[in-house]
């Protein structure tokens, strides 16, 4: 995904066939990492009003924290994560433990669902 600043608004795209994000940063007043139990990943930008959702589609740890840390540098905001608790798998010699988790261990989570 390429992840850039243009005129206030956090540009966030994803290829030639999927949608354009084009979020006001001004508007952002948080924005979080979610990994839900259907395997669904996506990054949630809380609005007044509303969250727009964008999927995730980077499977590579590298890529994973490369959008990250773009998006925290141009909001100025570190993401909250918010993960299911059935993503984390024992078989995978994961614990569900109430603490953040790195990005090397989200980018597994999202490669293995």
């Given at each position: 995904m390429k992840v850039t600043q243009e005129i206030g608004k956090l540009i966030l795209k994803d290829g030639l066939?999927?949608?354009v994000y084009e979020i006001?940063?001004?508007l952002i007043k948080r924005w979080s990492i979610v990994a839900e139990e259907n395997g669904a990943t996506y990054?949630?930008?809380?609005?007044?009003?509303?969250?727009?959702?964008?999927?995730?589609s980077s499977k590579k740890a590298d890529d994973l924290k490369y959008e990250i840390d773009e998006i925290s540098k141009i909001l100025n905001i570190e993401p909250d994560l918010d993960i299911s608790e059935s993503r984390?798998?024992?078989t995978d010699g994961l614990i569900?433990?109430?603490?953040?988790?790195?990005?090397?261990?989200?980018?597994a989570l999202i490669g293995s669902s």
């Open positions: 066939l999927s949608p006001e940063i001004d990054y949630s930008f809380h609005l007044p009003g509303s969250i727009q959702n964008v999927s995730v984390l798998s024992v569900a433990v109430d603490v953040g988790l790195s990005i090397p261990l989200l980018a």
